[in-house]
Structures are given as C-alpha cells and as structure tokens.
C-alpha cells in the first residue's frame, strides 16, 4: 500500500521506527543514512524516491547538536532548512505524503503554559532557527497531505541522548549534578515512531498541518535523571542545580511543555505518560543485557 522512505534512518527515531516495522508489513519501507542519502542534494532525493516509487516520507533526518550549531551556523541551516525545503519540493512533484519531524526548540520556551501549534515562534538558539526555518519553507511549498511533528526531550536506546547520558554516568560516578529549572516532557521515540505510523493513512489534509507529540506529563531534567539512576543504581546520587551553573554554549528554553490536544483528536491517538513510556526503555535495555540496580561498582 504505501512505500515508505525513513531519512536519517541511523538516528534514534529512524531506528525506532525500523523497530516498529513488524507490525506494519504491509508497508514497505526503505531506510537511508546520510551516507545514502544526503537530503541536502535534492536531484538525490527525486532519484531515489522515483527508483522506489516511494509515496510517504518521514523526514527523520536533521542537524541536532544544539551546542555545536552555534558555532556551526551554515551547516545547520543547510541540513534543517535546505534538506526540510528539499523534501518538500520532491514530495510535492511526487504526490507523496511527507511526514517532518521538527522540535519545541522553535518556541523561546518563556510560556506558563503548554505551548499549541499555532503560538508564536521566538527560537532562542541557531538549532531552533534552522528548524524553524526549516519549518516556513514546507509550508510555503506546500505539498499536499504533509504534516510537521514537533516533538521534545527525544531519548532512547540509541544514538546520543540524555537517556544514555544519564546510564553511563550513574556507571561512572557516585554523584552527580543535573538541571531543575527546566521544564519539559521527555519523549520516547518508540512512542513517537509509533504514532507516526499510524497516522500515514489517515493523513489526508491537502496541505501541510503542524501537530506536537510528546509523552504525557511534565517534568525536569533532574526529575527526569533522578527517575532513571534510581532504577538502575542504588547507590548513586543525583543533586538539583539551577541552569546558570551548568555552562551550554546554547540557552536553553526554560518551559518546553506541548499541548498534543490537536494529534490526539485529529488521528485518535492514545499517548501515555513519560513515566510510562521510560519504564519501557529502561527494559528494552535490561533485556539487551544490562543488570538494573546495579550494587557492585568499581
């Protein structure tokens, strides 16, 4: 029925999402690293997606290091903003349903409240302006039956993220410090990958529609650590610490809270809690061979 490219498929979400491919076989998917797919070549694109008459992308591909593009500008903007136009200009040419992945980052993060689809847009950091950036071109291009998923606080077991960061330094360490003046909602991307999927056949709006999608309830960074090293390590201590004593070459938004309301109605999505949601990580890791509540250390 539909054949399905997955950009940035060595990613933690490309992966996640070839995770999720048992239950959707009569889909057929082709997965593409940067090495064989650069998003940024758009004759690359158009070829590839013709030679495997691929009628839904899932743009999973990004520039995502929110520290180095703030030295790293054009980089940024040529992968979030060139390879986001790119995508929108074959997908329009081809028919295909296009499917963007995109972030809170875009928001300035100074909100009382959960941000909604339609607020207004005040990146804060160069990673933020590229997607957003990003963002106002496939819109102005406009194919046909394309949404923009914004997400945030994306982990899991792959690639480099704070869920992993948080695992090796309970391995590590005996104590250690993380933010709590920054308030988010941690997504697993198995839970991400998973509405993606099932939203594919119902995606039909003609335009391009902007949705957020993030685990349910809200938290900190160190609420979020704390949760993960007391599952795994007894002995293992994780102190608060305000934003302005941990340096980052990029501020972070202080409130990163989405309100999922419009995904949820418009594709009848379920979407549980983050604690939830990190319970299932945490045991696909252990079945992957970790021990949990780890009491001998070195």
């Not at 703030?70 to 992968?79: G, H, L």
Request: net charge positive; glycine share 4%; with cysteine.
């Amino acid at each position: 029925m539909y054949n399905i490219l997955v950009t940035g498929a060595a990613g933690q979400l490309g992966k996640s999402i070839f995770d999720c491919t048992e239950a959707y076989r009569k889909y057929t998917f082709y997965f593409a690293t940067r090495k064989e797919l650069d998003i940024c070549d758009i004759h690359a694109v158009s070829r590839y997606c013709k030679l495997h008459a691929i009628n839904v992308i899932i743009n999973c591909a990004g520039y995502t290091n929110v520290d180095q593009a703030e030295s790293e500008v054009e980089k940024a903007f040529k992968i979030n903003e060139k390879g986001a136009e790119n995508m929108a200009i074959v997908a329009k040419e081809l028919s295909c349903k296009l499917m963007h992945i995109s972030t809170d980052y875009v928001f300035e993060g100074d909100a009382t409240r959960p941000y909604k689809e339609d607020d207004v847009n005040n990146p804060i950091t160069v990673y933020g302006k590229s997607k957003l950036a990003g963002e106002v071109l496939i819109k102005k291009i406009n194919p046909k039956n394309s949404v923009i998923v914004r997400t945030s606080w994306l982990y899991s077991q792959y690639a480099a993220n704070f869920f992993k960061t948080m695992l090796r330094l309970g391995k590590e360490k005996t104590e250690f410090s993380v933010v709590n003046d920054q308030r988010g909602c941690p997504t697993y991307a198995v839970d991400l990958a998973n509405a993606l999927l099932k939203m594919i056949p119902n995606i039909m709006c003609g335009q391009v529609k902007t949705y957020h999608f993030s685990n349910e309830h809200t938290t900190t960074w160190y609420l979020f650590a704390k949760r993960i090293i007391n599952a795994v390590y007894k002995n293992v201590q994780v102190n608060p610490i305000p934003s302005s004593a941990f340096f980052t070459k990029a501020k972070r938004p202080v409130y990163s809270v989405l309100d999922c309301t419009r995904i949820k109605k418009d594709y009848g999505l379920t979407i549980r809690t983050w604690e939830a949601a990190l319970e299932s990580c945490l045991g696909s890791v252990f079945d992957a061979g970790e021990n949990r509540n780890i009491e001998n250390r070195k």
